[in-house]
C-alpha cells in the first residue's frame, strides 16, 4: 500500500467514525458546526474572521455558519475590545456541553485506535506524521 493510501484511509476511518458518533448525540449539527464550535476553544481571542482564516472558508460562509449557532444558543458574542469592527465568540453552557461530548467521542475514537498499539509505536508515528507535516509545509510555501 502507497503512504498516500494508508493516510487517506486512515483519514477516513476516523472521520467516518467521528461522524457516525457525533450525529448519534446531536444530529441537528453538522461537522462544519463541530469544527467551528472546537476552533472558539483554541483560537485566543476568537472572531468569525479567525475561524474563516483556520477553517480555510469564505468569511461570508462562515459568518452565516456562526450565526447559526448563534441561534441555536451554542455560541454568544461580546464586543471586541481591540477592534470594535468585529465581535468576540464565546460558548455558552450548552455550547460547553457540547464541546465536552465531542471531547468524550474523540477520547473513545482515540482509545480505539491505539489499543494494539504500544506506546512506543504511537510516539513513533507521532514523530513520523510531524516529519510528513513539516516536508509538506516546508514544500508548500
Known amino acids: 500500500m ?6 487517506f484511509e486512515l483519514m477516513f476511518a476516523v472521520r467516518s467514525t467521528t461522524l457516525s458518533k457525533i450525529k448519534s448525540l446531536h444530529p441537528e449539527l ?8 472546537k476552533l472558539t476553544t483554541k483560537i485566543s481571542e476568537c472572531t468569525g474572521q479567525k475561524v474563516a482564516e ?12 456562526l450565526k447559526e449557532l448563534v441561534e441555536k444558543g451554542l455560541l ?13 465568540l464565546n460558548l455558552t453552557d450548552d455550547g460547553k456541553k457540547i464541546i465536552a461530548s465531542f471531547e468524550k467521542v474523540e477520547n473513545e475514537i482515540n482509545q480505539l485506535l491505539v489499543k494494539d ?25
Open 117 to 141: 498499539i504500544t506506546s512506543d509505536e504511537l510516539a513513533t508515528f507521532i514523530h513520523i506524521s510531524e516529519k510528513l507535516k513539516t516536508s509538506l509545509e516546508a514544500n508548500t510555501e
Open 2 to 7: 502507497k503512504l498516500n493510501d494508508a493516510l
Open 76 to 88: 454568544y458574542k461580546t464586543e471586541n475590545a481591540n477592534d470594535k469592527r468585529s465581535q468576540l
Open 30 to 37: 453538522s461537522p462544519m458546526h463541530f469544527k467551528a464550535l
Open 54 to 65: 483556520k477553517m480555510g472558508r469564505d468569511k461570508a460562509q462562515i459568518n452565516r455558519l
